[in-house]
């Protein structure tokens, strides 16, 4: 759980393309903040930001009041998911979910304790020991929750997780994903083009179009006519 401040952030690459135009937002802990908006507005570029892979350009980050904008990713308290798993296929599942931790050097005996847990909650126990090529698309969608939900970080980024997905996993996990932050509360942040998602999973709604933003608000005050 945390809260985040975006105090007009902008982004603007070498190249001089202005990706994202003094975008202010307020998340609360517990929030799930949905941005949605077509391709090339700023969603990933923002994401980004946040994790701190992408220099911020105008503008300042903070987490739980404090200023982010020069702080590592490695520093930074966030477990990002992504639109194409980033699974390590030569690992088993229970080594995907291990890897990041193992890095961080946690110790054996609580990283087993976390991925045990992730498993159980992702329904994955009986797949620990296989390899990626040996899942269905919705199960490689698990393990990539689950490498994020074992770092037990305050702040999840989602981007474009389901894509990937046919429409009926799709909106299958869609629900298990709304049922996972109710259980864990971890403040999300989780991008998409799909309205729909948006509606169903947001406690806020974030509308950009060009870099800019152009409504934030609930699903209710976004998309039911006043
Ligand atoms: P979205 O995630 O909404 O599809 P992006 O944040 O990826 O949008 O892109 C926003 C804008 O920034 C687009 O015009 C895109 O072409 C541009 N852009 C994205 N990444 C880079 C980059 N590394 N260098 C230059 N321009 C980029
Ligand atoms: P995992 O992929 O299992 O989560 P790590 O978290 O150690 O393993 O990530 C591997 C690489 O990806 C590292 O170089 C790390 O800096 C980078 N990385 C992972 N998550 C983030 C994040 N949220 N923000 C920035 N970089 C990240």
Do not use: W
């Not at 690459?13 to 990706?19: E, P």
């Not at 308290?77 to 980033?86: E, K, P, R």
């Not at 005996?109 to 620990?128: M, P, Q, W």
């Not at 894509?163 to 864990?184: G, P």
């Amino acid at each position: 759980m945390a809260s985040l401040v975006l105090d007009n952030i902008s982004k603007v690459y070498d190249n001089k393309v202005t990706a994202v135009s003094n975008f202010h937002l307020q998340v609360e802990d517990e929030e799930f903040i949905v941005f949605v908006g077509p391709s090339g507005c700023g969603k990933s570029t923002t994401l980004r930001m946040i994790a701190g892979l992408e220099e911020i350009s105008g503008g300042d980050f903070f987490v739980d009041g404090k200023r982010m904008n020069d702080v590592t990713p490695k520093e930074r308290d966030i477990a990002m998911v992504f639109q194409n798993y980033a699974l390590y296929p030569h690992m088993t599942v229970y080594e995907n979910m291990a890897f990041g931790l193992k890095l961080r050097k946690v110790p054996k005996k609580e990283i087993d304790r976390r991925v045990n847990e992730a498993a159980a909650i992702l329904g994955l126990e009986s797949y620990l020991k296989r390899k990626p090529k040996a899942l269905s698309g919705g199960q490689r969608q698990r393990v990539a929750l689950g490498r994020a939900i074992v770092r037990d970080a305050k702040i999840f980024l989602m981007d474009e997780p389901l894509s990937n997905l046919d429409s009926k996993l799709r909106v299958q996990m869609r629900a298990e994903i709304a049922k996972l932050h109710q259980r864990l509360k971890t403040t999300t942040i989780y991008v998409t083009h799909d309205q729909t998602e948006a509606m169903t999973m947001a406690s806020r709604i974030v509308i950009m179009k060009d870099g800019v933003v152009q409504q934030i608000g609930t699903p209710k005050e976004v998309y039911e006519e006043p």
